[in-house]
C-alpha cells in the first residue's frame, strides 16, 4: 500500500542510488550536509532522506527512501555519512520544513510481484554477470552475486556496476517491474559482453604486438651492443644505419636526392634486420652515394694538343676528329665567356660511328676520352632485349639494380665521361619491352638532362656526357633514335691507309703482346703491302691485324730472332696469298667474258662488296614465260629486276634490243653466293644491263662497275653507301664506276688516291649506262670467237 511521507532532498549529481545500496556521502557539499542535518532534526529513530538523481541540473522524478545509518568522519578525516537506500519513491509537490534542506512530498512505490518471466530472466542475467566479472578479474563479487536469489534485489544491485551509464540506471530506478529492469540488465549485458570480447581481442593482438616489439626491442639493443662492442674493438664507434645517415648527410648531393636518400634512411632505421627490405634498401643507398652526382672531369681545352692525341691513335677517320675537336673549340669558347647551362642543356654531345667492321668505330672511342682528359666507359649493347637493361628495374622486384647507363656513370666517377653504346644496331625486343624506345631519352639532348632510371627514381642530369654509339648498318636502327644522333659513317681504308695503320698501329701493338721488341722482328712495308691487297681484302683492319699476330706467332715458336719479315717470306708463315693480284688474273674479265653478266656494287654489314649479277634466256622449245630469280634475293631486289625487266619490255625497240624474245622465252636471273641473303634499292642498273648484254649479245666492259636504281621510265635513282661501293671497287681493280647524278656530291667523301685512280660516270638515264657498259658489238664478237 502506498505511503506518503515528507522527506528532505539529498540531490546526487549525476549518480543514481537504488534500493539496497549502501554508499557514503560527503558532508562538506552544502545541499548533502543540510539534508542529513534536517533528517536528524525529524526527530525520528532512523533519519530519512529522499535520494533524487540530478542530471544537467534537472531532478529526477523517481528517488529512493534512503536510511542515514552513521555520520562521521571518513579514515583521512573528512566527514561524512553512510546512508541505505530501502524503497523507490514520487517525487511530489514541493513543502516548507524545519532547517535549509529542500522538503518534498513523496509517495512510496509499492514493489511489483516476481512472476516465472523475473525468474527466467534473473538467472540469464546473474550467468552474464557471472562472465563480465570474471572478466574484469572481480572474482569475490562473483560469490555475492550468486548468493542473491530475489529477482528484484539482483536487479538492484546493479546499481553498483561501473559499466552502466547513469542514464541507464536511472531508467532502473524509474521501472518498478522487476522483469523490465532485469530485462534491460540483460540486453546491456550482452552488448557490454560483446564489447569486452572485441577488446579482449584487442587487447591479446596489441600485447602479443607489444611483447614482440619488445622482444625484438631487446634484442635490437643487445645486438646494438654487441656491434658497439666489435666496432670499438676496431676503433669504429658508429652504427650501420647511423653510418649511412652520417655519408648521406656528408656526401654532396643535389637537394631532391639527398631527401630521398635521407628517407630510405629513415625507414631503414625503422625496419628489421631480419626483413629483406633492408638489404633492398642498403643496396639503393650505397647505389645513390655511389653516383658521382657533383664529380666532373676538367676538359683539355688544349685544341692542338688533342688533336695530336687523336691523330697518334688513328689514321684516317678526319670526320671523326674534326667533330670532337669542334665539340672541344665551343667548350672552350663558352668557358672563356661565362656561359653555363642553356635551356636546362649543357654541350653534350651523341655522335654515330657508322661502318664496317674492323675500321675502328670502338676503339676510338677511348682516344677520343683521352683526348679531352675524360673517363671512358663502354656499354655494350649486343644482344641487349629488356628495357630495363637501359633503364632499371623497378623497386619492387626482386634482384632490382639501376640500368647500364647508370652503372657506367657510377663506373666512370664523374658526370661528364664519353660513355660508348657499341654496337647499338644489335639491340632487340621482345616482349619485355624496347630498348631503343628506352635510348630515346638518353640519346636526346633536350630531355636527357632529367633522365630518370627506374630503379633510383630521381633525376640524373646526362646532358654533359658524351655519347657515341657504334654501328655496323644504320638501316638496323629505328628512325627515331638516329634523329637524335649525329651519325658519321666510316667507310673504310684504302690500301696506303691500311699499310700506314699496320705500320703505326698494329705492328706495334702485336710485338708487345707476343713479348717482341722492334730490333728482334722487322716487317717490311712492302710485306705489309701484300698482307692489305692479297691476303686481307676487307673494309677494316681486323683480318690485317689477325694475320700479324699469327706471324708474329710463328716467329716465336720459330725461336728465329731476330728476323725480318719480306713480302716473299709470307708464304712460310701464312701459305699462298688468298686473293690473286688483279693485274694477272682480274675476276671481273672472267665473270663478264659471256654476255648477260654485270658488275655490281653493294654495301653489307662488313662494307662495300662487288656483286656479278647473271641473266640466261630458257630455250624456247620449253615453252616456260616468265621471270625467275635466285641467290636469296629481298622483296625490294625481287622489285628491281621487275622493273628492270618491264623497263627493255617497253623500250626495247628504242635500244634496238629483240625484246620479242622475252614474250616466249623464261628470263633466269641468279645473283652467285647463293646462301647469302642480298636486298636493297641498287641493283636496278646491274640488273637492265645484264637483261640488256643478254639481250644484244653485247659483254658488258670487264673494267666498268655500276650502283644505282632505275625506274619505270629509265631514270637512275640515287643510292646510299657510294663511299663504301667505291672502296670496294678499288680493291677489286675496277677502273671505271657508273653512279646516279644525284650522288655525285659524295665524291668529296672518297680519298683523293681513290677519286685519281677511278673514272667515274655520273648517269642520270639509263640510256647512258648501256651506252657505258656495253662493249661495242664487233668486241663482243671476237671475244666470243
Known sequence: MSESLILPVLPLDDEVVLPGMVVPLDLSDSEVRAAIDAAQASGLNKPRVLLVPRIDGRYGAVGVQAVVEQVGRLPGGEPAAVVRGVNRARVGKGTTGPGAALWVEVLTVDPVQVGERAQELAKEYKALATTILQKRGAWQVVDQVNQIDDPSVLADSSGYTPWLSTAQKVELLEAPDPADRLAKL????????????????????????????????????????????????????????????????????????????????????????????????????????????????????????????????????????????????????????????????????????????????????????????????????????????????????????????????????????????????????????????????????????????????????????????????????????????????????????????????????????????????????????????????????????????????????????????????????????????????????????????????????????????EASLADPETGETGLTLTGQLGDVMKESARIALSYLRSHGAELELPVTALKDRSVHVHFPAGAVPKDGPSAGVTLTTALASLLSGRLVRNDVAMTGEISLTGRVLPIGGVKQKLLAAHRAGITTVLIPARNEPDLDDLPKEVRDELTVHAVSDVREVLDIALAPAKVAQTAAA
Open 186 to 613: 540483460v540486453e546491456w549485458s550482452r552488448e557490454h559482453l560483446a564489447e569486452l570480447d572485441v577488446a579482449e581481442t584487442i587487447r591479446k593482438d596489441v600485447q602479443e604486438g607489444m611483447e614482440k616489439q619488445q622482444r625484438e626491442f631487446l634484442l635490437r639493443q643487445q645486438l646494438a651492443a654487441v656491434r658497439k662492442e666489435l666496432k670499438e674493438l676496431n676503433g669504429d664507434t658508429e652504427t650501420e644505419e647511423e653510418d649511412y645517415r652520417a655519408r648521406v648527410e656528408a656526401a654532396d648531393l643535389p637537394e631532391k636526392v639527398r631527401e630521398a636518400a635521407l628517407k630510405e634512411v629513415d625507414k631503414l632505421e625503422r625496419t628489421s634486420d631480419q626483413s629483406p627490405e633492408t638489404g633492398w634498401i642498403r643496396t639503393w643507398l650505397d647505389t645513390v652515394l655511389d653516383i658521382p652526382w657533383n664529380e666532373t672531369s676538367d676538359d683539355n681545352y688544349d685544341i692542338a694538343g688533342a688533336r695530336e692525341v687523336l691523330d697518334a691513335d688513328h689514321t684516317g677517320l678526319d670526320d671523326v676528329k674534326d667533330r670532337v675537336i669542334e665539340y672541344l673549340a665551343v667548350r672552350k669558347r663558352r668557358q672563356d665567356k661565362g656561359l653555363g647551362v642553356v635551356g636546362g642543356r649543357r654541350s653534350g654531345a651523341v655522335l654515330a660511328l657508322a661502318g664496317p667492321p674492323g675500321v675502328g668505330k670502338t676503339s676510338l672511342g677511348e682516344s677520343v676520352a683521352r683526348a679531352m682528359g675524360r673517363k671512358f666507359v663502354r656499354v655494350a649493347l649486343g644482344g641487349v632485349r629488356d628495357e630495363a637493361e637501359i633503364r632499371g628495374h623497378r623497386r619492387t622486384y626482386v634482384g632490382a639494380q639501376s640500368g647500364r647507363i647508370v652503372r657506367a656513370i657510377r663506373e666512370a666517377g664523374s658526370m661528364n665521361p664519353v660513355v660508348l653504346l657499341d654496337e647499338i644496331d644489335k639491340v632487340g625486343a621482345d616482349y619485355r619491352g624496347d630498348p631503343t624506345a628506352a635510348l630515346l631519352e638518353v640519346l636526346d639532348p633536350a630531355q636527357n638532362h632529367t633522365f630518370r632510371d627506374h630503379y633510383l627514381e630521381v633525376e640524373l642530369d646526362l646532358s654533359d656526357v658524351l655519347f657515341l654509339a657504334t654501328a655496323n648498318v644504320l638501316e638496323a636502327i629505328p628512325g627515331p633514335l638516329l634523329d637524335r644522333m649525329e651519325v658519321v659513317t666510316l667507310d673504310g681504308y684504302t690500301e696506303d691507309e691500311k699499310v700506314a695503320i699496320a705500320r703505326d698501329h698494329l705492328l706495334p701493338k702485336q710485338l708487345e703482346l707476343a713479348g717482341l721488341t722492334a730490333e728482334e722482328v722487322t716487317v717490311e712495308e712492302a710485306a705489309l703491302r701484300k698482307l692489305a691487297a692479297e691476303y686481307t681484302r676487307e673494309a677494316g683492319v681486323r683480318s690485317l691485324e689477325r694475320s700479324i699476330a699469327r706471324i708474329l706467332r710463328k716467329v716465336t715458336a720459330k725461336d728465329a730472332l731476330p728476323s725480318v719479315i719480306g713480302e716473299d717470306s709470307l708464304v712460310d708463315y701464312l701459305g699462298r696469298p688468298r686473293f690473286v693480284p688483279e693485274a694477272s688474273l682480274p675476276e671481273s674479265k672472267q665473270r663478264t667474258s659471256v654476255p648477260g653478266v654485270a658488275t655490281g656494287l653493294a654495301v653489307t654489314g662488313a662494307g662495300g662488296d662487288v656483286l656479278y649479277v
